[in-house]
């Protein structure tokens, strides 16, 4: 059992991770039980995930699984889920990373199979990963490999978002909801560009207007707190 000094925090978190998981089904991320959604607990060297093999329609904040930033279940009556490894290997390697997600989603998952990145060429991009989505290695799951290669391919780049090849979708953020949100916008481009594939060769942004757009997307758009008013749109 955990330190019931931090339960509060803890029971957060679980409220959190099980409300975060419908979103990927109501924009249509998943399908049947793939995918998952983790959150460090703050302060403390834990996360809360899924459990394995559990309908989405099952899920409550009682049934997501404590775990040590190792794997290890520290609260929780399941399984924790097969890709815990992978999210343990992100919270210790890069502790700015406060969620993780993974999907199969269609569109993104298509470019992973091909193992190509997704090209920076529409604005909405620009202003979320401020970069082409890369492709992460093949790694197989069970252990740590996919989170090494989603820590080799994200540490030093803007995309919250990584392609593993013949896999599938991991995002990061500083919270879940905000990988919950890069996930929703993974798919949405990945979408977007290959419908734009179809009718011929997309153009490419320049990288300083890549540079200007996410700057502006991450820095002024949006409510601004007092004093850091600026233009939205």
């Not at 953020?173 to 979408?191: H, L, Q, S």
């Amino acid at each position: 059992m955990t330190d019931p000094t931090i339960d509060p925090a803890i029971q957060l978190i679980r409220q959190q991770v099980s409300d975060l998981h419908q979103e990927l089904v109501r924009y249509q991320l998943v399908v049947w039980t793939a995918g998952n959604v983790s959150a460090r607990v703050p302060g403390h060297d834990l996360m809360v995930i899924k459990p394995s093999g559990v309908s989405y329609d099952d899920l409550t904040p009682e049934n997501m699984i404590v775990c040590d930033l190792y794997g290890k279940v520290v609260e929780g009556t399941h399984n924790p889920s097969s890709d815990t490894a992978a999210h343990a290997y992100v919270y210790r390697n890069m502790p700015e990373v406060g969620g993780v997600v993974h999907t199969h989603s269609t569109y993104a998952t298509g470019w992973a199979a091909r193992g190509e990145a997704v090209p920076c060429v529409v604005t909405a991009m620009a202003d979320e990963f401020g970069a082409e989505i890369p492709v992460g290695p093949f790694a197989l799951i069970g252990d740590d490999s996919i989170g090494q290669g989603i820590v080799a391919t994200l540490k030093g780049h803007r995309s919250p978002a990584v392609l593993m090849q013949s896999h599938g979708v991991f995002t990061i953020g500083k919270d879940a909801k905000a990988a919950v949100k890069a996930a929703v916008m993974c798919e949405d481009v990945a979408r977007t560009v290959h419908i734009s594939r179809q009718l011929g060769e997309p153009v490419g942004i320049a990288a300083p207007d890549i540079d200007s757009l996410y700057d502006r997307y991450q820095n002024v758009y949006g409510q601004q707190p007092a004093g850091r008013e600026g233009v939205q749109e």
